[in-house]
Nanobody, 122 residues
């Protein structure tokens, strides 16, 4: 059973950058699609980005051009590079492993990390 641990969150000013990591243990993630989600206070969890086992990606429209998802299978880790951050990006960010990936959609599985807080000040 894969276990996921997110890290890299923090407090940053608007326009700044953060690089989140999702480190997996217990099972190699090379065959899995991986997704990033976020949940702001009082809001539902929403999809942010996903990467297939072959490296194809898709993104939430509002983060396209600012966020980049990538994977390093040798390190069993997936990254989310976030640039030009906005206050509305403030949320707890979660990674998810093994969901269903398509070019336009990612359906999450029941395998989640504990989340990492991202706070963007104006």
């Amino acid at each position: 059973q894969v276990q996921l641990v997110e890290s890299g969150g923090g407090l940053v000013q608007a326009g700044g950058s953060l690089n989140l990591s999702c480190a997996a243990s217990g099972s190699p993630i090379s065959i899995n699609a991986i997704g990033w989600y976020r949940q702001a206070p009082g809001k539902q969890r929403e999809f942010v980005a996903a990467i297939s086992s072959r490296g194809s990606t898709n993104y939430l429209d509002s983060v396209k051009g600012r966020f980049t998802i990538s994977r390093d299978n040798a390190k069993n880790t997936v990254y989310l590079q976030m640039n030009s951050l906005k206050p509305e990006d403030t949320a707890v960010y979660y990674c998810n492993a093994g969901g269903y990936y398509s070019s336009t959609h990612y359906s999450y599985s029941d395998r989640w990390g504990q989340g990492t807080q991202v706070t963007v000040s104006s």
